[in-house]
């Protein structure tokens, strides 16, 4: 599958909306093994919604990361970094000015790839790294990728072809578009009732526009993708310091998560790292609005579970033959 003639060290950067995620991965001609994985909340996406331009403040911010990213792993003797990025780079008007600058900071071109390649590389990840998901008869798998700017929805159709959709709605997109916390409101359902409204409208406005409808029938299981889904689980198995392995595969259901709102709706965002187990400051106020995008589309695919997967875009871009 993978042709290259030597090992090679990776140093791969995933730009995002809310965070940038790094790994370092060793890969030869037959294997990947993943050396160390770190994420920093980065916030690219800050005050982005009101613009639909990067502030000087936020691209200065990712700068200085990425800077240190590499000045960190230098003990590692990368031999090539590479750096993606995903939705706050396909719409931010002024994205040329933050690639110009890295390519002249580090002399790297950032990948901005499309929600065609970002739904299909966290489609492989999991395909190729978890390949025991697909034991006990599992053949109508459905991924759902929750970013901050976008979420990605992939499933294979009844021919075994990959087929992708993606919504330009993400957790700090809807709290960016709601103006108010879960905290201001009433009741977690008249919260839930308008942020659907609200993902409502983008998820038809975008069907409507690229007529391209999903097939959510005879789905066998939903697996998530992404920070909202690992924060869910840290929350719900009170997880104090992130773990991948206590996150791995856990399954949970709609009633975890509404309970989880309810949870949420107790404290002030200042207060909920400090009172609620397994929830960082740094997503304090965004989780609420990614449980809410995750409640939308189980409604929407008639189930009650999902299971969450430590693996994302990264890992699926990894796999690309031509690294």
Do not use: W
Not at 94 to 114: A, Y
Request: charge should be neutral; aromatic fraction near 8%; charged fraction near 25%.
């Amino acid at each position: 599958m993978m042709k290259i003639k030597e090992i090679q060290m990776i140093l791969l950067i995933e730009i995002g909306t809310n965070t940038t995620k790094v790994l370092i991965a060793e890969k030869s001609s037959n294997n990947i093994v993943i050396k160390q994985e770190k994420i920093y909340f980065s916030r690219l996406g800050e005050d982005f919604y009101a613009t639909k331009n990067l502030s000087v403040v936020a691209m200065e911010r990712n700068i200085s990361i990425i800077d240190q990213i590499i000045e960190e792993n230098k003990n590692f003797e990368v031999s090539k970094t590479i750096i993606i990025s995903t939705q706050v780079m396909r719409s931010a008007k002024n994205s040329q000015v933050f690639i110009e600058e890295v390519k002249k900071r580090f002399g790297i071109d950032i990948i901005v790839l499309s929600p065609e390649e970002e739904a299909l590389c966290a489609f492989r990840a999991d395909e190729v790294f978890c390949p025991q998901r697909d034991e006990n008869n599992v053949k109508n798998k459905i991924i759902i990728d929750i970013g901050g700017g976008s979420t990605e929805i992939v499933y294979k159709n009844e021919k075994g072809l990959l087929e992708s959709k993606s919504f330009p709605i993400g957790s700090v997109f809807l709290k960016d578009k709601i103006g108010r916390d879960l905290y201001d409101f009433e009741t977690i359902e008249n919260f839930i009732n308008l942020t659907f409204q609200e993902i409502k409208r983008i998820v038809n406005n975008s069907i409507k526009k690229e007529q391209n409808n999903i097939n959510y029938s005879n789905i066998d299981k939903i697996i998530g993708v992404g920070g909202t889904f690992t924060t869910l689980v840290a929350i719900h198995k009170e997880i104090e310091k992130y773990d991948d392995t206590l996150i791995e595969g856990v399954s949970m259901s709609f009633i975890d998560v509404k309970n989880i709102l309810q949870k949420l709706k107790k404290h002030r965002i200042s207060e909920r790292s400090i009172n609620i187990k397994g929830l960082s400051t740094d997503r304090a106020d965004v989780i609420a609005f990614g449980a809410t995008i995750l409640l939308f589309f189980l409604t929407e695919m008639r189930s009650l579970n999902f299971y969450t997967t430590c693996l994302g875009v990264r890992h699926g871009f990894l796999l690309n033959d031509s690294l």
